[in-house]
């Protein structure tokens, strides 16, 4: 039993990360040659407007916040736990990630019932949209899960996620900083390398290039149809068009 719980370990935290980061780049490059317009955010916001607003932008804000703290404890663990030697700034510091969990869970939910219920948005999302939506889903309820049933996370996230995290950066896997750790934080480790896996197959990559298709498309001009108002200037006489 104790042989196939390590190795289980071992596919979970050292296999599955590994092939996770490294298919990535290589399917998203693969992707983009083969379906460049998947990188093109679509723009759902055309349609319910308001709905769309109320939905993505607590998102937004939320997976912001969370995952800027996450790189903090990633990057400058030592600062991390500078600042939440003092109590009062490790309270501040959980409630301050427990609410923007929350935050994004709310924009999360009002995102996918929007999807659900709306004809136009439901057949425009592939089977692997709803894929990454229910991981992402899941993922947000694990980590908001971890935040209020193992508590001061963002301090043995510093002490014990980030050596074994900075460990597979380094090429040297050492999963023993995790052995011991609870199930929850497990699952939310284990679901946090699915989603980068499945990342490149989903709408999500268009992140990847998300401001520069502007910066490199080509020069266009907008030119009237019909005979140009009065006071502006008409359609110049050779329209770009774009490729
Ligand atoms: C796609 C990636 C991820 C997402 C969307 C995500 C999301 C979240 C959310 C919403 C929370 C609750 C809010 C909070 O307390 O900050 C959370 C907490 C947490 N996450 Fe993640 N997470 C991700 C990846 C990871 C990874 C890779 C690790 C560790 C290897 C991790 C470790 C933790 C820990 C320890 C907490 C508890 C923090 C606390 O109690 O202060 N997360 N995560």
Redesign the pocket.
Known sequence: MAFFLEKLETILFVVLPYFAFVTLPFVSIARYKRQPRAYMKRASRTIENRRHFLAVVPFHI??F???A??LL??FIPGGLLAWNSRPIRLYA??V???A???L??VGMIGAITRRMGNPKLKSATTTMDWALYAL?LV??????S???F????????ATV?TP??WSLFALRPDTSF?TGLPVL?KL??V???L??LIFPHTRLVHMLVAPFPAIWRKPQAAGWRRPAPQGVAAAPKRLETRA
């Open positions: 939320g997976i916040v969370v995952l703290g996450h404890a990633f510091l959980e301050t990630g427990l923007f969990g929350i994004t869970l992402l993922q947000v309820i694990l980590g908001i971890v935040a209020v193992n508590r001061w996370g963002s301090s043995w996230f996620l074994y995290l995790i934080t939310h480790i679901n946090a390398y989603l980068f």
